[in-house]
């Protein structure tokens, strides 16, 4: 049976949406092994987005060996120790173009070294919001909280952490930094979906965060947390990591299990690989 040419071409289109089209490059989601803390790199051909940098120097190590020179854009969630501590040797070691931060003070010697070394990398300086956005090819990262500058406000420092989403294809990742039960339930009440592929705990896996709702909306297929070997917190806790269980059908991988994880995507598809501790 012949068929017009408005049939074969309207066939062809029909084939062309059903079927996922993988993007050109692929990105590598990084879970730097930095002992306890939180060190995240994403990387694609065209640009490197750091999230967090740990304690210590392991980032700063990574990414050198990584041979990575330029990091386009770095976000220091918050200012506990565990994720601004490690800045100051990436200040030092790799150019970075451009920091955000969510503006909130603290009293600490690491913190006071992380501005200092931030004033002189010459990063140019952003404190964003719930809604801003920056792509880089088909990465997109967006900012889900906080809701404005945490420059004035003075509670607990998980309140106001930056949360973000990133997107490449039909592959997503949601970066909880270390976002406890209230802030989730903030997440649950703004937005009406926060699916994604790959969830990173909050707070390490720790028992405040993690609720079963916020998993249940979330449905990762991967579920990931940052912390250290035999670490004094007891982190991941039980309870968290059962609820993930529980909850999601999620594959788990952790730092103090699994040493650095790296997971692979071209968009569609996607590879996980570890290296041993």
């Known amino acids: ?4 040419a408005a049939a074969i071409v309207w066939l062809l289109c029909a084939v062309l949406i059903a079927v996922p089209v993988a993007l050109a490059g692929t990105l590598e989601l990084q879970f730097i092994d930095v002992g306890q803390g939180d060190a995240i790199l ?14 210590q120097e392991q980032a700063a190590e990574y990414l ?19 994720h601004i501590g490690g800045f100051p040797a990436v200040f030092d070691t790799i150019q970075v173009n451009e920091l955000w931060y969510n503006g909130q003070e603290h009293t600490t010697l690491t913190f006071e070294h992380f501005v200092d070394t ?14 801003e956005t920056r792509s880089f090819g088909e990465l997109t990262v967006e900012v889900l909280h906080p809701q404005r500058s945490a420059a004035d406000y003075t509670g607990d420092l998980h309140d106001q952490v930056i949360v973000l989403r990133a997107r ?28 994604a592929t790959v969830l990173k705990l909050g ?16 449905s990762p297929a991967i579920v990931v947390y940052q912390a250290g070997a035999d670490n004094p917190y007891g982190h991941p806790h039980s309870e968290a990591i059962d609820r993930v269980r529980t909850i999601t059908e999620a594959e788990v991988f ?8 790296v997971i692979t995507t071209d968009g569609h598809d996607y590879t996980v690989r570890t290296t041993p501790r």
């Open 42 to 55: 994403l990387q694609t051909s065209e640009a490197a987005v750091l999230v967090d940098a740990g304690e």
């Open 64 to 82: 050198e060996k990584r041979g990575i020179a330029r990091i386009d854009l770095a976000i220091a969630t918050h200012a506990h120790a565990d």
């Open 254 to 261: 952790g730092t103090d299990r699994h040493g650095t994880i």
């Open 1 to 4: 049976m012949k068929r017009s």
């Open 118 to 131: 931030l004033l002189e990398s010459g990063a140019q300086y952003h404190e964003p919001i719930a809604g």
């Open 168 to 195: 490449y294809g039909e592959f997503s990742v949601l970066l909880t930094s270390d976002a406890e039960a209230d802030l989730e339930r903030g997440l649950l009440d703004r937005y009406s979906a926060l699916e």
């Open 203 to 218: 707070h390490h896996g720790s028992n405040t965060s993690s609720s079963a709702e916020f998993l249940a909306a979330v």
